[in-house]
């Protein structure tokens, strides 16, 4: 077996070190009814490195990837283009290979590169401080609700229709659990939010309102009033950016006064992946740091002076604090947050504002476009690089006919909200530099012949 | 030229009356310093070529970002460079053992890279129509069957992200089942003081208190004292098997008997898992739940910290509360259980723990060393990595404390204490010492039950070679400490940083890069 070192002469040698007669002797503290004698029946024997690539190689043919069709999907997660060279860095053994740097003098790499990330993700989101990462930003959401409840000392989270779907599902999955309140809607299929609606909701139990930015329906909404609004009732404003690229284009959740900034890194760097891993942000303000979960990397000294960075605060953390921690999370997201960063670091702010003017310029001119075929409205009006459409029909089936022609066209919301048929015509779709004209044209005909 | 470095200064700068600091660079030849991005980026310098973005009309309408961000960018020479030059003050698998106990750092084959590349797996959308993802729904099936194989248990649940969040997935069907019984008065969950800190966290994230269970002076669970605290209130105990000592708990059936006539559940920590895949299936011993590490046992890449992964076996009794979404195989191919056919027959569910469907990546990889490995290679794997650690415990016992020596065989890793070593020196000064000879340290101070605790797991994947070489370093690093030699108080001297100043960083916490105030702007 190729990845085995030792030999069956090796073997033979340990034994005879530890003084034992065969491997059995060293497995002799497990019940005599729960040893197997041997591999496991009904399972395929080892196999080599060429038979394994075949075997992967047919289930992956079985999907379409993106990169093969006119491709529309976000509501989460975003096709950008990567850079070659940040899956390179990322092979890179000493980066792969290496865990959680819990000896900084041999851990530097990580660690700079840590607080690098921290550095970058606090001024793109416009906040003082951001971790090291956390598993991916519907985790990181939930996170959020808890720490303002913990900062608040108040049990009522107040969640935007705007959030999306799922990430809504993932905190009432813990609120039922947790005792947490929770109040909670769906959106409406109107170029507005629900922002008022918010203002008005927010009362002395309030802990915080989490809106997300640009939002499910792609809208992008100016959160300075409500964050007034929570401030004047001392509760928290929490902002859930899923699209990163859109903040080298509109104002970041920080400088409009949102407390609180999580979100979902993956669209720089990280890739599809059909949902996993991605990396979750997290950023506040100082003066909640230790109320914040997560690794936090922290700039110090060595005993020579020199400058160096260690992982910091941790009596936060699980290993310190056990049951009393602010979270149970052990590790991050290092390896997605090295891509994010190294995509960040290529770009730069220059070239984050030119990506963010090409994907908006992009998805404004496919707005217009898709907009003229019979029976398509166009919701959104403000928007960055995703908007959504009100179709003659039903979305969903819609999708699938699509899909039949080899077009991925966008989320259905009747796939996101199964049930509400208010919303059941609805199709979010998002543009980015990966996108050509010639896909907007195949979908506005194809859709087209569908609605027709 | 936007510079964000207004001051110009570089931490390789050498600093005045440094004695070592003997190169105009502070570079030791092939031992590189580098600059943040902060200091050697600039925001109007990118390494990526847009064309330029025809005029459209804007939908911004007043949100435009116009302050700058402060995002500081590279070419691409200088990023590669940057970020290698980096890599390289990193210690890693590839250049070593690793011997960090719990961890299982082992070789990570480079075809789970390849594999996991593949556009029908990197490069398909989560939400995407369902007949256009059958092929990753069949990888997640696949793996779903050899981990419930494996384990000897009824379900998995793959969608948790990482181990801590395997645990809650874990304790949250604990507690869904106890309430779909309506038992809302089983409250306290048992932990065994040796457990990893994420039990008791996760235990207090999902509502129960957290009692501690003791340990033997042999390194097990107090068997006695914890079927003592079994009782009406008792919702559980989270086992770790392995154990966090290295041994395995041989009472673990007797043990889940107790805690099930009781009315509770058990639950197993998998971290430990490596050590008896392919020759013990938990699912025999009684376990109700237990997280596997796809990043441990089944070797995809650590990362620097993750991503990991986290799926979890689930008994009969707790798998109709396992979470949304999974993967079902029907007559007309795969589809996703989701909230809106969760109702047709998995009603029960406790509900959706992130976003999409898992770490999709890392089921690729792992699905790819199991099958490299296969059924038999993954006893190969168990056998070779309890052989490895007896061999450094039996190598190692005449010249370090082994506290649960006479006991018995370790399982995969083995455990040393500080006790002998004279006033004055600790296991830090025995880890920072293997940093000098060119290892990473084992885990220390953990387990919490053996005092200055040294945890080595060498894996099945070092040759005896490279044992026997790390035996020597081990052994002559704790002569050394033994004989109380003062240099090892201040190692490791060869490393890129000497050892740094923890309580600084956490005193005045410096969390980000700050912009230095121009010099002209300061008057």
């Known amino acids: 077996m190729r990845y085995l070192p030792l030999t069956p002469a090796d073997r033979q040698a340990m034994l005879g070190t530890i003084g034992a007669q065969s491997i059995d002797d060293l497995f002799v503290d497990v019940p ?13 024997m080892h196999a080599s490195e060429l038979a394994v690539e075949r075997h992967m190689t047919a289930l992956a043919r079985k999907n379409i990837a993106a990169g093969e069709a006119p491709f529309f999907l976000g509501a989460g997660a975003y096709r950008h283009h990567v850079p070659a060279s940040v899956d390179h860095l990322i092979q890179r053994g000493e980066f792969l290979t290496a865990y959680t740097p819990y000896q900084p003098e041999i851990a530097q790499g990580t660690l700079q590169m840590m607080f690098e990330f921290q550095s970058q993700i606090a001024r793109l989101l416009g906040c003082d401080v951001a971790n090291a990462s956390m598993y991916d930003g519907s985790t990181a959401c939930w996170e959020a609700i808890t720490m303002a409840r913990r900062v608040t000392k108040r049990g009522k989270a107040i969640l935007s229709g705007g959030l999306h779907p799922h990430y809504v599902s993932v905190a009432k999955t813990m609120a039922r659990f947790t005792g947490d309140q929770l109040v909670t809607g769906v959106p409406v299929l109107s170029p507005e939010p629900d922002t008022l609606d ?40 929490i902002a859930v950016v899923t699209e990163p690229v859109a903040l080298g284009a509109i104002k970041s959740p920080g ?21 996993g891993p991605y ?7 100082e003066k909640l740091v230790r109320q914040m979960p997560g690794r936090l990397c922290g700039e110090t000294v060595d005993a020579s002076g020199k400058r160096g960075f260690v992982l910091t605060l941790s009596t936060r953390e699980q290993h310190i604090r056990r049951e009393k921690a602010t979270s149970n999370i052990c590790t991050s997201s290092v390896l997605c947050a090295l891509a994010m960063s190294v995509h960040m670091t290529l770009l730069g702010e220059k070239g984050l504002r030119q990506l963010a003017e090409l994907n908006h310029v992009g998805a404004s001119a496919a707005a217009d476009r898709l907009a003229e075929v019979d029976g398509v409205e166009l919701v959104t009006d403000r928007f960055f690089n995703e908007f959504t459409l009100k179709l003659s029909k039903e979305a969903r089936p819609v999708v699938r006919q699509l899909a039949d022609k080899g077009i991925l066209a966008g989320v259905s919301l009747g796939r996101l909200y199964p049930g509400v048929t208010e919303l059941e015509n609805g199709l979010v779709v998002a543009v980015t530099e990966t996108t050509t004209e010639e896909d907007v044209e195949t979908l506005a005909s194809a859709l087209e012949e569908v609605l027709a | 030229m936007s510079t964000i470095n207004q001051s110009g200064w570089r ?27 902060f200091e050697i980026g600039s925001a109007d310098t990118t390494g990526v070529d847009f064309g330029e973005a025809p005029a459209g009309k804007s939908r911004l309408a007043g949100m435009e970002r116009e302050k700058p961000i402060g995002l500081p960018g ?38 789970n890279e390849r594999m996991a590349r593949l556009p029908g797996f990197a490069d398909i959308h989560p939400l995407q129509p369902v007949d256009t993802v059958q092929g990753a729904l069949e990888a997640i099936d696949q793996l779903a069957h050899w981990l419930i194989t494996l384990t000897g248990m009824q379900a998995v649940a793959m969608s948790p992200k990482a181990g801590a969040h395997g645990e809650l997935c874990g304790v949250l069907a604990i507690r869904a089942a106890l309430d779909a019984k309506g038992e809302t008065a089983r409250r306290i969950m048992l932990v065994p003081e040796s457990a990893h800190g994420t039990n008791p966290a996760t235990a207090a994230f999902a509502g129960f208190a957290v009692e501690d269970i003791p340990a033997t002076p042999e390194g097990r669970v107090d068997v006695a004292a914890l079927k003592a605290r079994l009782g009406p209130d008792i919702a559980g105990v989270m ?53 596997i590490n796809l990043h441990k046992t089944f070797s995809t890449p650590h990362g620097g910290g993750g991503p990991g992964s986290g799926p979890v076996v689930l008994s009969a009794a707790l798998a109709p509360y396992a979470p949304l979404p999974f993967v079902e195989k029907t007559d007309e191919g795969y589809r996703i259980v989701e909230e809106e056919n969760a109702g047709e027959h998995h009603a029960g569910t406790f509900g959706r723990m992130t976003a999409f469907h898992g770490q999709m990546g890392m089921f690729s990889r792992a699905l790819t060393y199991i099958l490299s490995h296969g059924a038999d290679g993954l006893r190969q794997v168990a056998e070779d990595s309890v052989l490895n650690a007896n061999y450094v415990l039996r190598s190692m016992e005449d010249v370090l404390d082994a506290p649960f020596a006479k006991t018995g065989p370790c399982m995969h890793e083995a455990i040393f204490s500080d006790k002998g070593l004279p006033e004055g020196f600790s296991t830090i000064d025995i880890a920072k010492g293997l940093i000098d000879e060119g290892y990473h340290p084992m885990t220390v101070y953990f387990p919490l039950v053996v005092h200055g605790a040294m945890l080595v797991e060498p894996t099945e994947t070092e040759s005896k070679a490279a044992l026997d070489e790390f035996i020597g370093a081990f052994r002559s690093v704790a002569s050394r400490a033994k004989q109380g030699e003062a240099a090892l108080k201040s190692a490791p001297h060869f490393a890129p940083r000497r050892r740094l100043d923890e309580t600084l960083a956490a005193r005045k916490p410096v969390l980000t890069y700050k912009d230095p105030v121009p010099a002209e702007a300061a008057e």
């Open chain 1, 32 to 44: 005599e009814s729960a040893r197997l004698s041997g591999p496991i029946a009904g399972l395929p």
């Open chain 1, 198 to 237: 918010l203002i008005n909701a927010i009362d002395a139990d309030t802990s915080c309102v989490v809106v997300q930015y640009p939002d499910i329906l792609g809208r992008i909404e100016d959160m300075s009033a409500l964050a007034e609004a929570c401030h004047a009732k001392k509760a928290l404003l």
């Open chain 1, 255 to 275: 400088e409009m006064g949102a407390d609180i900034v999580v979100g979902e890194g993956q669209s720089l760097g990280v890739g599809l992946q059909f949902g």
């Open chain 1, 279 to 285: 990396v979750g942000l997290f950023a506040c303000s």
């Open chain 2, 11 to 37: 931490p390789t700068t050498p600093q005045a009356g440094e004695s070592d600091a003997a190169t105009f660079t502070g570079n030791r030849a092939l031992m590189l310093e580098e600059a943040l991005i």
């Open chain 2, 74 to 111: 590279l070419s691409e020479p200088e990023t590669v460079r940057h970020y290698t030059r980096l890599s390289r003050q990193n210690y890693a698998i590839d250049l070593g053992l690793f011997p960090l106990g719990s961890c299982t750092m082992k070789h990570n084959p480079r075809l």
């Open chain 2, 239 to 291: 086992i770790t098997n392995p154990n966090t000592c290295g041994l395995f708990e041989p009472d673990l059936k007797d043990i889940s008997d107790a805690v099930h006539a009781a009315g509770g559940y058990v639950y197993c920590d998998g971290a430990n898992f490596n050590a008896i895949v392919g020759r013990v299936r938990p699912g025999d011993l009684g376990v109700d739940a237990m997280h």
